[in-house]
């Protein structure tokens, strides 16, 4: 059977999120779109995860950069993941849409489904469960994927001017080839939410397409 989601069209804000591997372009375009949807009229929230909370930033920190970070097992990345984005949802993005914001969202819980489902093998029950338990029920009302080759993200985030890969960024290519993999199984299941969008195009291109799928949803 297909699976099936709810949305939070009940709210008058608009939920978009971007998905994709390192260096796939989610920041750029997340940039980009901000002042051509305030141009359009709604208020603009931006947020990302890890994060987003003065909570979420901490397990960020902790996530990506913690100094014990390398003994953390798959179970407590997950959890991790999860508290950060139960605390976003409560604390931002609920008041955001029930203010009518249009909140921009660097990665919410596709992320978990795909890097701690897919590409670290934990298995899909307790993954959507806990997904689950972390949103309550407010799912985005898109979701744009930027699909690049593994190694054409992991080339761009490695030639950035700033310091060393973090905890999440050393994993063999493998595991990046997982992500990306997984990113478009989920799309296909879910393709009322999903928009797939080729990250290898131009940047200015790339924000055309995105900004015909979110178009139609400003003017609900
Ligand atoms: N994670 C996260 C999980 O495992 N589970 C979870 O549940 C969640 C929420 C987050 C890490 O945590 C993991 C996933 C990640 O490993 P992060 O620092 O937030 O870490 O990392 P990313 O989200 O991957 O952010 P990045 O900055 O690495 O990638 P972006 O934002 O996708 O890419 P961006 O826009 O910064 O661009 C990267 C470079 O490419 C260039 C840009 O100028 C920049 O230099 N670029 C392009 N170049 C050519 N053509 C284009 N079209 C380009 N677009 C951008």
Redesign the pocket.
Known sequence: MKPTESTSRRFPGLFVT?E????????????RLVSRIEAAGPEVEVT????GTEIGEEI?HL??HGSIGKEMCPET??LL??A??AQLVREVILPCLEAGKVILC???????????GV??RISADPVNTINRFAIGDIMPDLTVV?D?PAEV?LS??R??ASDLP?R??QENIGFYHK?REGYLVLAKSFPDRFVVVD?????E??EEIIWDAICPLLNK
């Open positions: 971007f994709g591997s390192e260096g796939s372009g989610k920041t750029t375009q997340i940039e990302r995860e890890p994060g960020r996530l990506k990345e997950l993941f999860a950060s984005r660097d990665r919410f819980l596709d992320s978990t489904t795909v890097y701690q590409a670290r930027l690049v993200g761009r985030i030639h950035r973090d999440m960024e992500v990250g290898t195009l131009p940047t291109e790339i």
